[in-house]
Every structure is written in C-alpha cells, then in structure tokens.
C-alpha cells in the first residue's frame, strides 16, 4: 500500500509543476485524498458491504468535490489535477498512469445493463471539462481535448475532439500523452476542413476579379 502511494505522489511530482513536495502533495492534495478514500470504499464494495463503500464514497465526495463509485477499478499513478466535479461511475475501469483534469465524466447513457460505463486504457490523458459517455475502450496512450462528448470507442495513440468527438491520428508521431500534456495544440478535422474551403474561395475570387479586368480591358 505504501509503495503505490509513494508512486503516486511521485506521479503528481512529475506532472504538476506547481508540487513541491510529496508531503505537501499527500496533505493538500485533493485527488490524492479522493483515491485514498476510494482504495477503502473499493475494499468495502468487493466484500459487499455497500452501503458502507458509499457512505465512505458519499463522504470523499464532499470533502474533495470528487465523485468515484466504490465500484470502479482504478490502477497505479492515477493522477487528478484540480478535481473539482470529477464523476466516475460504477463500471469504470481505469489503467495505469491515466491523467484527469477537473470537470471530466466517465459516465454511461443510460441505455445500457451491466458494463454501462468507459475503460480507460493505460497512459491516457482526459482534459478538463470532458464527457466519457458509454462501455467502450479508450486505447492507450490516447487522449481526449477540452469539452470533448465520446460516445464511441477511441484507438490508442489517437486524439478525440468535438462534440461529438471525431478521432484524430497522430501519424508517425508516438507521445506519453499523460507526460506531455498539451490541452491547446489540437487539431480539429471539421476546422482545418473550413479552412480550406475558405482558401479556395478566396483564390476563386481573386480569379474571378482578374478576369473581370482583363474583359474591361
């Protein structure tokens, strides 16, 4: 139990700048608490004691503004950057070295029985504000932009964004998206698409102005 808090807050070390110690990072950290309380309401849950695995979930939930259902499986170095309104349903799994920022939900439809919600590969990397919506894959190394809606399996070593999200390839290009975060630098299909339907207009215009003057001439 030891060994995997001190990876995690190794974890938080290396990829929140703002961290300056593993003490301060285990006292006042809420994601760090939020994991700790749910490693004990997991424990409950699996040997059925559920009313006390979400009495102890309910009380996390009010003491770090995180939500995790005692029934989700979460692996090592899981990282939360801020938190704050993070939900987390039942079904969820989660790998290893997965990254969460504020405001993000892996959650379900509310179509589906028994597996209703996301597993999250290993290394991922969820911004803030975005919506896991389903029980489908999110392939490794993946990562899911800033307010992005995925209602549809993401394959590894891919970027989804939009709403709904549409799936981006890094080609010839592999990246530890948990490492190297990078929530702006995102390309969006649909707007480089526009783009270039508006760099041809252009030039049609420009040809259409030359012709015009050339027939005045």
Same mark, same amino acid.
């Given at each position: ?8 807050? &190794?974890?938080?070390?290396?990829? $929140?700048?703002? &961290? ?53 499986? !979460? ?36 179509? $589906? ?6 597993? !999250? ?18 392939? $490794?190394?993946?990562?899911? &932009? ?33 490492? $190297?975060?990078?929530? !702006? ?11 270039? !339907? ?13 012709? &015009? ?5």
């Amino acid at each position: 139990m030891f060994k995997r808090l001190s990876e995690t807050l &190794a974890a938080y070390q290396a990829r $929140d700048p703002a &961290a300056r110690s593993k003490l301060e990072i285990f006292l006042l950290y809420p994601g760090v608490h939020a994991i700790l309380f749910h490693r004990v309401s997991h424990w409950l849950y699996l040997h059925r004691l559920f009313f006390l695995a979400r009495l102890n979930s309910q009380i996390a939930r009010h003491i770090t503004g995180i939500e995790i259902h005692p029934g989700a499986r !979460i692996g090592r170095r899981f990282v939360i950057d801020h938190g704050m309104g993070i939900v987390i349903g039942e079904t969820t799994e989660i790998g290893d070295d997965v990254l969460l920022y504020h405001g993000v939900t892996l959650g379900g439809t509310g179509k $589906d029985q028994g597996k209703r919600h996301p597993t !999250i590969g290993n290394g991922v990397m969820i911004a803030c504000g975005a919506k896991v919506l389903g029980p489908f894959k999110v392939g $490794d190394g993946a990562r899911i &932009a800033s307010n992005a809606v995925v209602l549809s399996e993401i394959p590894a070593e891919a970027t989804a964004v939009g709403v709904p999200a549409r799936v981006v390839r890094i080609a010839g290009e592999k990246m530890n998206y948990a490492a $190297d975060v990078d929530q !702006i630098h995102i390309t969006d299909p649909v707007q480089k698409e526009l783009q270039a !339907i508006s760099s041809r207009l252009e030039w049609l215009e420009k040809l259409m102005d030359e012709q &015009a003057k050339s027939e005045n001439l």
